[in-house]
């Protein structure tokens, strides 16, 4: 039987959900899709349910916002 194909939507709810979280460079750079079209994704899980946070990472004197989900629809319940 043949694997199921990863989409690029679960490839950053995997990115999302590691304890370092990700950056949305990371995220457009992992997938190929520009800002605009990251920043959807993460507002489609919003609304699908899982909570995602936003928090700063000052690393090498730049500020960058750094995303993870800290907690999933099925949580909720």
Known sequence: M??????KTDKVREMLSRPQ?????SICKATG??????????SGFRKAGYTVVRSTDGKNNKTRSVY???ASPEMAT
Do not use: P, Y
């Not at 043949?2 to 989409?7: D, E, H, L, P, V």
């Not at 979280?21 to 460079?25: D, F, K, N, Q």
């Not at 899709?33 to 993460?42: F, G, I, K, T, Y």
């Open 2 to 7: 043949a694997k199921s194909r990863q989409t």
């Open 21 to 25: 979280g990700s950056s949305l460079e």
């Open 33 to 42: 899709w520009q800002s605009h079209s990251a920043r959807a994704v993460l």
């Open 68 to 70: 993870r989900i800290t």
